[in-house]
């Protein structure tokens, strides 16, 4: 009975697309914001209208077959079920608060239509990928939140940077995607179903646990989530899809696209179960993405920046969830990742903004007092992603995640997420005192222009900030039925002294940032200004080299390659048949010369030549 | 009319013919390319007569009317552009009007 809602939920967006597509921004920019907000307000009006109508156990909706091809019927199916709800919820809920704070964001910037119409596709497309129940509608929504985020990476297209960071982002993922589209072929040679439920079902019968296929199939998979989740080594271009407006860097690179792939390897948890080896690769991957990223924001100067090796070190512990088995955890780590990363890039917007696109902390500072509401959503944000304890919905999942990974008896990755919490304490520290407190480093600084508008500007902070506390912690249903069970499930033994443990971990990353960017900050400055601070600090700024490296590994030879080929030999004879046409062409030009005695010159002497041929051929002129 | 032999008559056509022909080519005023294209008619419906006269069929008479009539029309066509390319110009000259070469 919840079909109609559920699908109300994805076409309302995908008609504020059409609509705002098909205007070709001639609506005004008032009216295309208003549309494009309001089909995603809608949209999560309906996903509420269908959380009412869930029954409590899976639901499929058949809507049509998409192709028959003898056995091969994949349908437009929805599979509705709790995760997908939960995904809904936050796709349509947080972006709706996304969007309308883009209005803010956006007023007077050319092309609001655009960027709407590519936001409502986005929010499309992100609903198809959880919606879906076969792995062929999810490929396709996975396809397209790879195009939405690459049109709006690129969206200030005027300069070319921007343009490149958008191709970056595209080919990266598109490395991800072809593992992903490969994986898809193998299972379905394999098992003869791209049904996700028909695959969980199917591969445990015909695969052995810890087999070849299933390994092979499983890190397929995980290529592709690796891809879109920007974990290392497909991570590289997550910091620079900061290019674009920061409301797409809120929704698509820290609240939805980037958590594709946690998603999808929570969907597929049965497949990865078969191949523990591949499972435990994803909690390492996890955990090495996590420490690279937490390392890494240590010394950006970039605001967002910060925030987008922020984030990726997140979804790193959501990885590291996923690979010790705690599927649940994961999507409750995503969740609560969702309100505090929107909260933490909407405020860093407000920001940007009010201080005319100045996002380079060495020239903000101070603003505190000035902007109050962004300060408060930063604060809030802030303590979310350092997991303060009791009070943040961060705490919960962050510690659900810890609990699992010492009751999965790896105290490696444990170890790991200790550390990364200590580093996030520093780096969060590091953040806020940057932005908000020091001396102001520029005029914009010194004279910015709060956020008014309680609609459009108050309003997504405020209730971004409510749902980052403890309330939004709340308000997770928990999925266990769904998953397998997870390892911490029952146990409760050593809970409290994990718990004193990670509460440790952030008490003591805050001391620590306190002590060094409060007490000591000119010894810190120093150190980092020569010697072997100096050369952490480079190394950590540009992220652990990963860039050069793959520049001077894939990128440059590459290149060469395609100068070595422009000039060969086979070029030069496709060329030639196009430079003939090109030297008689300019020689036709020149009889065209618009004058009606030469033409008609030449047309008598044509005749003649005609008459004459005729007349002197032989057996003519009868 | 049994006078002229045939041959006479097709050689007055064909030198009016060229005369109208190298008219056309050589003119620039357009008034002349106009006359030239007229005489060129003209000398084309003169061999129709000639011949018809000679082997004594009535189509040839026939088809100078058509030929009279055709040459009419041109003339009004070719009066009216003449009338706009002065206007546009503020000359006759027919090489002034090339600005579609190329």
Known sequence: ?622 | MNGIPMEHGLILASVLFSLGLAGLMLRRNMLFVLMSLEVMLNSAALAFVVGSTAWNQPDGQAMFLLVITLAAAEASVGLALMIQLYQRFHSLNLDAASRMRG
Request: glycine share 12%; with cysteine.
């Open chain 1, 1 to 622: 009975m919840m079909a109609p809602a559920v699908v109300l939920s994805f076409l309302l967006p995908l008609a504020g697309t059409l609509l705002l597509a098909l205007s070709a921004g001639r609506l005004g920019a008032r009216t295309s914001a208003t549309i494009g907000v309001a089909s995603v307000g809608l949209a999560a009006l309906a996903t509420a209208w269908a959380v009412t109508l869930y029954p409590g156990s899976p639901e499929n909706v058949t809507l049509w077959t998409w192709i028959a091809v003898g056995d091969f019927r994949p349908t437009i199916g929805l599979a509705v079920d709790g995760l997908a709800l939960m995904m809904m919820s936050v796709i349509t809920g947080v972006g709706f608060l996304i969007h309308l704070f883009a209005a803010w964001y956006m007023k007077g910037e050319a092309g609001i239509a655009r960027f709407y119409a590519w936001m409502n596709l986005f929010v499309f497309s992100m609903l198809l990928l959880v919606l879906g129940d076969n792995l062929l509608l999810l490929f396709l929504g996975w396809e397209g939140v790879g195009l939405c985020s690459y049109l709006l990476i690129g969206y200030y297209y005027h300069n070319s940077a921007n343009g490149q960071a958008a191709f970056k982002a595209f080919i990266v993922t598109r490395i991800g995607d072809v593992f992903l589209a490969l994986g898809l072929f193998l299972i379905f040679r394999e098992l003869g179903t791209l049904d996700i439920g028909e695959i969980l079902v199917r591969a445990p019968q015909l695969w052995q646990e810890g087999s070849t296929t299933a390994n092979i199939a499983a890190l397929l998979v995980l290529g592709g989530a690796l891809g879109k989740s920007a974990q290392v080594p497909l991570h590289t271009w997550l910091p620079d899809a900061m290019a674009g407006p920061t409301p797409v860097s809120a929704l698509i690179h820290a609240a939805t696209m980037v958590t594709a792939g946690v998603y999808l390897i929570a969907r597929l948890n049965g497949l990865f179960l078969l191949a523990p080896d591949v499972l435990l690769l994803v909690g390492v991957i996890g955990a090495v993405s996590m420490l690279l990223a937490a390392f890494a924001a240590l010394a950006q100067t970039d605001i967002k920046r910060v925030l987008a090796y922020s984030t990726m070190s997140q979804i790193g512990y959501m990885f590291l969830a996923l690979g010790v088995g705690a599927f649940d955890a994961a999507i409750f780590h995503l969740v609560t990742h969702a309100f505090f990363k929107a909260l933490l890039f909407l405020s860093a917007g407000a920001v940007i903004i009010s201080c005319h696109h100045e996002q380079d902390m060495a020239r903000l500072g101070g603003l505190w007092r000035r902007l109050p509401v962004a300060y408060g959503g930063f604060l809030v944000g802030g303590s979310a992603l350092v997991a303060l304890p009791l009070v943040t919905a961060g705490f919960y999942s962050k510690d659900e995640i810890l609990w699992q990974a010492m009751a999965a008896g790896n105290n490696g990755l444990l170890l790991a997420g200790l550390l990364g919490a200590v580093l996030t304490g520093i780096y969060t520290v590091r953040l806020i005192l940057g932005t908000f407190h020091g001396e102001a480093g520029s005029d914009h600084s010194r004279h910015p222009e709060p956020g008014t508008n309680l609609i459009t500007h108050h309003l997504p902070l405020v209730v971004l900030a409510i749902l980052s506390t403890f309330i939004g912690a709340w308000l997770y249903p928990g999925l266990d039925r769904l998953f397998p069970s997870a390892p911490g499930e029952g146990v409760e033994e050593g809970h409290t002294l994990l718990q004193v443990l990670a509460i440790g971990a952030v008490v003591a990353g805050l001391a620590l940032a306190g002590w060094l960017f409060m007490m000591r900050r000119e010894w810190l400055q120093r150190q980092a200004s020569h010697g072997t601070g100096r050369r952490l600090w480079s190394v950590w700024h540009h992220a652990w080299g990963f860039d050069g490296l793959f520049d001077r590994l894939l990128v440059r030879p590459w290149q060469l390659m395609v100068n070595l080929l422009r000039h060969d030999l086979v070029n030069l004879a496709m060329n030639l048949p196009a430079l003939i046409a090109r030297v008689l062409n300019a020689g036709l030009v020149r009889t065209q010369n618009g004058r009606m005695r030469s033409y008609a010159t030449v047309m008598v002497l044509g005749v003649t030549v005609i008459l004459a041929v005729l007349a002197l051929a032989p057996g003519g002129a009868a």
